[in-house]
């Protein structure tokens, strides 16, 4: 398959259009403003001039726009849908896990086959060797664009045929990288108030990160086997680290916020009778809340230290 069209040209659309023309392929591209397209023609692409015939330009069809109400916006009219019948869509949009169901749904009801997808990546980080991007849903239909999608990505990744699965990794991994951001804008704040180089902290975390991930790995691979007896890191340890960290924030004058909310954390998973235990096993907090959660969490943990 060295054809494809491509519905919205954004910062992300407009790179995959242009990694396809890199690669050789017959490029049609729509776009709600026509000039992003007519843009794109200069480089090799035809630019539609409807939905409908951008559609019916090729077998597959990528769309990747603002979220999924802007996809029905454009893809959610009879004659659109009737050019849908025997294509196959993927939708690059980011989106949540009832998101992909739904579009699933919408799709097979008129005849497309349908993949679902989440770009882990920003633009300019697209089309290199682990360049990560979350596919899911039918096997035979990622095995015929297969070769396409990973002019996007070498660090494609199929998850399997429930469609809901790339949206579900993609929240989820976004949800660790919250998780680490938080901290790390607490580390940053501790550095430059202590008078050190906010940089070389980035530098530190840069080091670390590989091996976090590593633990990080250990920890999932625990949660999954339901066996939390201490192999790495006993739940103590992380009491202590967090306390102390919101302790020292106290100690500062800095905002104590962030550390006051991962410290009550493991100070209810202490409660719970969990201390002495894998750190993992935090996430028995998440699935059965039974530790009472303190009304003001902050207060409660400061009765603590
Ligand atoms: P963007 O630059 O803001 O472009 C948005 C695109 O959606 C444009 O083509 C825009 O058309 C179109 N659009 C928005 N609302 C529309 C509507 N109601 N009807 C028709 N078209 C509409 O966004 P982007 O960065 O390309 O991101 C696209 C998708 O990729 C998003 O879901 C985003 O989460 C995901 N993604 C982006 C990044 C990133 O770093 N950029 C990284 C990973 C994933 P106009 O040009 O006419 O406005």
């Known amino acids: 398959m060295n054809t494809a069209t491509v519905i919205g040209l954004g910062n992300m659309g407009v790179v995959l259009a242009r990694l396809l023309l890199r690669a050789g392929y017959r490029v049609t591209v729509w776009n709600r403003s026509r000039d992003k397209a007519d843009a794109l023609a200069g480089e090799g692409a035809v630019a539609a001039a409807s939905v409908v015939e951008a559609v019916k330009a090729s077998p597959l069809v990528i769309i990747c726009v603002y979220d999924?109400?802007?996809t029905q916006a454009i893809l959610a009219r009879p004659d659109v849908e009737a050019a849908l019948g025997g294509r196959i869509l993927v939708q690059l949009t980011t989106g949540s896990p009832r998101d992909a169901r739904e579009s699933e749904t919408w799709a097979?009801?008129?005849?497309a086959s349908y993949l679902d997808g989440a770009i882990q990546a920003?633009?300019?980080?697209?089309?290199?060797?682990?360049?990560?991007?979350l596919v899911s849903g039918a096997k035979t239909t990622f095995e015929t664009v297969e070769p396409t999608l990973k002019l996007f990505g070498g660090g494609l990744t199929y998850l399997g045929e429930a469609i809901s699965a790339a949206a579900a990794m993609?929240?989820?991994?976004?949800?660790?990288?919250y998780g680490t951001f938080f901290g790390f804008v607490h580390g940053a704040r501790i550095a430059e108030h202590e008078g050190f180089g906010v940089e070389q902290f980035g530098a530190i975390v840069e080091k670390i990160s590989p091996a976090f991930g590593a633990?990080?790995?250990?920890?999932?691979?625990?949660?999954q086997s339901g066996d939390f007896t201490i192999s790495q890191s006993p739940m103590t340890i992380s009491i202590e680290a967090t306390d102390r960290i919101l302790a020292t924030a106290r100690e500062s004058g800095i905002d104590d916020e962030i550390p006051a909310f991962f410290a009550q954390f493991f100070q209810r998973a202490k409660a719970a009778g969990y201390a002495n235990e894998e750190a993992a096993a935090l996430i028995k907090l998440l699935r059965n809340g039974k530790a009472p959660r303190p009304a003001h969490s902050a207060k409660a943990v400061a009765a603590t230290a």
């Not at 993609?170 to 990288?177: E, F, I």
């Not at 633990?215 to 949660?223: D, R």
């Open 215 to 223: 633990f990080l790995k250990h920890e999932a691979n625990v949660i």
């Open 170 to 177: 993609d929240l989820a991994t976004l949800s660790y990288v």
């Open 68 to 70: 999924y109400p802007a």
């Open 108 to 111: 097979h009801r008129h005849g």
């Open 122 to 133: 920003a633009p300019a980080q697209m089309g290199l060797p682990d360049t990560a991007i």
